[in-house]
């Protein structure tokens, strides 16, 4: 059974990543698994903070944890801000912590990526990446239509990931734009339902409430383009409504699907039909976080190989720093989240 520390104590880390954990203990479907033992927790913002629940023990710094916990049968799940991860995860390194789940995305920069990658190698680092759109139920149905071919060749990608995000953003910074918050889910999804791509054009708004104005935290959107297909992700944060959409077209057929909106209703919806048949529509359970986690800590504790994981969630943060230089407009600072231009296409050789 593995023990758990989670680190960071923010949305992520106490309203998904404790709820979800809670909810696997408390089923009691995986008890290989799950240490039923309180969960450590740490906020880096707030260390003498006390626990907000009776199985939760706070601690103040990852040397107490060390203290506590057995570093080869302790999970480790790093919550903070993707702007402040490195520190941490050398940290943990030192204090003899290897296995550890990253919430999206890994980084924020290309740099950052590929120095975090560089300590995992050094530090022999077990890092699993937050990705449940790629433990999703819904996922692996739309990847068996793409291998079937029973509708024909992949031609396109277009997603949609809406929801109003507007408190969220402005009493917390730890996303620099948009394409830090949505973008990351949906582009693991691109590149495995279409293999790698090249950034072709990106788009980055503010988000504008009332008076205040905070840059590049309104919509982003991206075009790619695979080897046979074209992805576009459009993420608004200041849209009226939730919406997770998704939709394939082939060569010969089309697919429609929605992954579950809300946290209280764990159900994806899926319409798809080939070109002049009648279609067929499924609706199924799809709890995609809590199928990550059980499959990751079985894959922490078993020993299985981590690397393909590590490989995607770079290079998703490869072409969101691509996205970002493109939508920056000319004469800018690089890296600075200025928006509220048109779409900057990008060509690349080949």
Same mark, same amino acid.
């Given at each position: 059974?593995?023990?758990?520390?989670?680190?960071?104590?923010?949305?992520?880390?106490?309203?998904?990543?404790?709820?979800?954990?809670?909810?696997?203990?408390?089923?009691?479907?995986?008890?290989?698994?799950?240490?039923?033992?309180?969960?450590?927790?740490?906020?880096?913002?707030?260390?003498?903070?006390?626990?907000?629940?009776?199985?939760?023990?706070?601690?103040?710094?990852?040397?107490?944890?060390?203290?506590?916990?057995?570093?080869?049968?302790?999970?480790?799940?790093?919550?903070?801000?993707?702007?402040?991860?490195?520190?941490?995860?050398?940290?943990?390194?030192?204090?003899?912590?290897?296995?550890?789940?990253?919430?999206?995305?890994?980084?924020?920069?290309?740099?950052?990526?590929?120095?975090?990658?560089?300590?995992?190698?050094?530090?022999?680092?077990?890092?699993?990446?937050?990705? %449940?759109?790629?433990?999703?139920?819904?996922?692996?149905?739309?990847?068996?239509?793409?291998?079937?071919?029973?509708?024909?060749?992949?031609?396109?990608?277009?997603?949609?990931?809406?929801?109003?995000?507007?408190?969220?953003?402005?009493?917390?910074?730890?996303?620099?734009?948009?394409?830090?918050?949505?973008?990351?889910?949906?582009?693991?999804?691109?590149?495995?339902?279409?293999?790698?791509?090249?950034?072709?054009?990106?788009?980055?708004?503010?988000?504008?409430?009332?008076?205040?104005?905070?840059?590049?935290?309104?919509?982003?959107?991206?075009?790619?383009?695979?080897?046979?297909?074209?992805?576009?992700?459009?993420?608004?944060?200041?849209?009226?409504?939730?919406?997770?959409?998704?939709?394939?077209?082939?060569?010969?057929?089309?697919?429609?699907?929605?992954?579950?909106?809300?946290?209280?209703?764990?159900?994806?919806?899926?319409?798809?039909?080939?070109?002049?048949?009648?279609?067929?529509?499924?609706?199924?359970?799809?709890?995609?976080?809590?199928?990550?986690?059980?499959?990751?800590?079985?894959?922490?504790?078993?020993?299985?190989?981590?690397?393909?994981?590590?490989?995607?969630?770079?290079?998703?943060?490869?072409?969101?720093?691509?996205?970002?230089?493109?939508?920056?407009?000319?004469?800018?600072? %690089?890296?600075?989240?200025?928006?509220?231009?048109?779409?900057?296409?990008?060509?690349?050789?080949?």
């Amino acid at each position: 059974m593995e023990r758990t520390l989670i680190i960071g104590l923010g949305r992520a880390g106490l309203g998904l990543h404790g709820a979800v954990l809670r909810r696997l203990r408390a089923a009691g479907r995986h008890p290989d698994l799950f240490d039923p033992a309180p969960v450590l927790t740490f906020d880096p913002l707030a260390p003498e903070a006390p626990a907000r629940a009776d199985d939760l023990r706070p601690v103040t710094s990852i040397a107490e944890a060390r203290t506590l916990l057995d570093p080869e049968r302790t999970v480790v799940h790093l919550c903070t801000p993707p702007v402040a991860r490195l520190g941490l995860l050398r940290e943990l390194a030192a204090a003899g912590f290897r296995r550890i789940i990253v919430e999206k995305p890994l980084a924020v920069e290309r740099r950052d990526v590929h120095e975090i990658v560089a300590l995992a190698r050094a530090e022999r680092l077990r890092l699993a990446i937050v990705a %449940p759109w790629l433990a999703s139920s819904l996922t692996a149905r739309l990847d068996r239509l793409v291998v079937d071919g029973d509708l024909g060749e992949l031609r396109s990608i277009d997603i949609t990931q809406s929801k109003p995000r507007m408190s969220r953003t402005l009493a917390d910074g730890g996303h620099p734009t948009a394409f830090d918050v949505e973008p990351p889910h949906s582009l693991g999804v691109c590149l495995r339902l279409a293999g790698d791509a090249v950034l072709t054009g990106a788009e980055l708004a503010d988000m504008r409430v009332g008076d205040t104005v905070v840059p590049g935290m309104g919509r982003a959107a991206l075009v790619l383009r695979h080897r046979e297909a074209t992805s576009r992700i459009v993420s608004d944060l200041t849209a009226p409504v939730r919406e997770r959409r998704i939709q394939l077209e082939f060569t010969d057929g089309r697919a429609v699907a929605h992954y579950p909106g809300a946290e209280d209703d764990h159900y994806a919806q899926l319409r798809f039909s080939r070109t002049g048949r009648p279609e067929t529509w499924e609706v199924f359970p799809d709890d995609a976080l809590s199928a990550y986690f059980v499959d990751t800590y079985r894959a922490l504790r078993d020993g299985t190989a981590l690397e393909p994981q590590l490989r995607l969630a770079t290079r998703v943060v490869e072409l969101l720093a691509d996205a970002k230089e493109a939508a920056r407009p000319p004469g800018t600072t %690089p890296g600075a989240p200025t928006a509220g231009h048109p779409v900057r296409r990008v060509s690349h050789a080949g």
